[in-house]
């Protein structure tokens, strides 16, 4: 059982008495669910079949499975190959919600690709279910403040295999002269995270009333940096993990009387158990852990006034200058893969080679203030090493057939994942790709007698191996 503030428990009372006994009781004595989201770039449509015929659905999310225990996710090879996402049930709310708004800019405007910002990213669970919501083409922009998630977000992101992403670290402040940049903003912000305190003890010991009002003013300023950024026709996601009305309801409200901003209806088919909003005349989604099997969560979709965020570019194609003579060490990076003429490459002081999307969705001011997610090489030396996240990536940006592959079992892959050196049989000398049971699993160098392991350190497997 769970111990909760008293304090706590009387600020449940704005709720309605109903609701307050009901998630007083759920979060004292129940406990979390637990549930994976597979990756449709990387798991096929025969093991989505026979995901759906032997695992219970999440009703919001196609691609969300509960699972009756929690495994060792750690010792799952396909957990590292970006091939499923271990998420809170209620958040993948979201991939339905970007692929109906998705749906919606397309119906208006015609369809093609868009400019997605997730402005407050880490770890990535959310931004990973977009990814797989968004029209083909479309580009991600993933922003974290702190510099320790924003490494996690980077793997994250690098293992679910999109190309066409773009990291940035910073205060979302720094979005704020971008005018009129992107379709769609998520901005899950930073809350007093009372939606987590089934099953984390910091989120129960933390609580106070002037954690509550320092977030929501918090909240205020993210959403009051980001807007201008937003297209006018264009949506913004507004999301917290946490239940009181300050920091939900009373922020839309805040919203609507400051920028205009119109909350905008989901469908959701009749899916039960999700909470329409409490004291307010405006459509949210409040996912609590008595009705939804799932941790607490607040969402509301609004619209910017206007009818302008049209899906067609704004501007031409910029693409990155490069030298009038070929470097001939981004000549062969740019052999490795399969669709160069979709990113531009550089090569930073440091001999990282990063590929930049060539998109118009990628305007001049947004490419200052961010970096490509894919860096498909190192250089060192005059060596040219292929990345993990250029194994990792799918679609545009994979790596071309000029690599050799070897496909390993799971003993090995998890040798591997550890970063040890392993030995491959019949493989040609060089570069290979390893896989496991189909999805790629990262590059080793083959000398012959063994193979040098090239998976990074900071993914490294550090628990100890099962028998």
């Known amino acids: 059982m769970a111990e909760l503030n008293p304090k706590f428990i009387d600020s449940l009372a704005g ?19 637990v549930a994976i989201r597979l990756n449709p770039l990387k798991i096929s449509t025969e093991k989505l079949n026979e995901a759906r015929e032997k695992l219970r659905k999440v009703e919001w999310c196609d691609t969300g499975f509960y699972l009756e225990d929690r495994p060792k996710f750690t010792f799952m090879p ?18 339905r919600v970007v692929a109906h708004l998705s749906r919606e800019l397309a119906r208006e405007h015609g369809e093609g690709p868009i400019a997605y ?13 977009a990814i797989s919501s968004l029209p083909e083409g479309s580009l991600v922009v993933a922003n974290e403040y702190e510099p320790r998630r924003a490494a996690i977000l980077g793997e994250n992101l690098a293992k679910w295999g999109y190309g066409f992403t773009m990291l940035s670290k910073g205060d979302t402040g720094r979005f704020s002269p971008l005018k009129d940049t992107f379709h769609i903003i998520a901005a899950d912000v930073p809350c007093s995270g009372e939606g987590m305190m089934r099953k984390d003890a910091e ?5 106070s009333e002037g954690l509550v009002a320092q977030c929501a003013a918090r909240q205020r300023e993210i959403v009051e940096k ?23 309801e009373r922020i839309i409200a805040w ?5 205009g901003a119109m909350p905008v209806e989901i469908p959701l088919d009749g899916i039960n158990g999700i909470h329409p909003a409490i004291n307010a005349d405006f459509p949210a989604m409040r996912f609590m852990p008595h009705l939804a099997d799932g941790e607490g969560l607040f969402m509301c979709v609004v619209r910017k006034p206007g009818d302008s965020a049209s899906t067609s570019a704004p501007a031409k194609t910029k693409r990155i200058k490069q030298s009038a003579k070929p470097n001939p060490q981004l000549l062969k990076a740019a052999s490795m893969l399969t669709d160069a003429e979709k990113f531009s490459l550089s090569i930073s002081p440091e001999g990282i080679v990063r590929a930049t999307p060539v998109t118009p969705l ?30 990792m990536m799918t679609g545009p940006g994979a790596p071309s057939q000029i690599f050799p592959r070897a496909e390993v079992d799971t003993t090995v892959a998890l040798h591997y994942l550890k970063g040890e050196a392993i030995s491959l049989s019949d493989a040609p000398k060089g570069h290979v790709l390893l896989t496991h049971d189909g999805p790629p699993l990262g590059f080793v160098n083959n000398l012959g007698n063994r193979a040098n392991n090239l998976y990074p350190d900071p993914w490294r497997i550090i628990s100890q191996l099962p028998c």
């Open 15 to 33: 709720l309605g008495k109903t609701v307050a006994d009901g998630l007083v009781f759920a979060l004292a004595h129940t406990e979390p669910s």
């Open 78 to 95: 396909l957990l590292h190959q970006g091939g499923f996402y271990v998420q809170d049930p209620s958040s993948m709310i979201i991939s």
């Open 117 to 129: 910002l997730d402005a407050c990213a880490a770890p990535g669970g959310k931004t990973t279910a």
């Open 203 to 207: 989120a129960r010991s933390q609580w």
């Open 226 to 248: 980001l807007w201008p950024a937003l297209r006018p026709g264009g949506y913004m996601i507004y999301s917290t993990c946490t239940f009181n009305l300050e920091e939900n």
């Open 255 to 259: 919203m609507m009387e400051n920028f």
């Open 362 to 391: 990628l305007t001049p001011s947004l490419a200052k203030i961010t970096t490509p997610l894919l860096t498909p090489a190192i250089i060192k030396g005059k060596s040219l090493i292929p990345t993990q996240q250029l194994a």
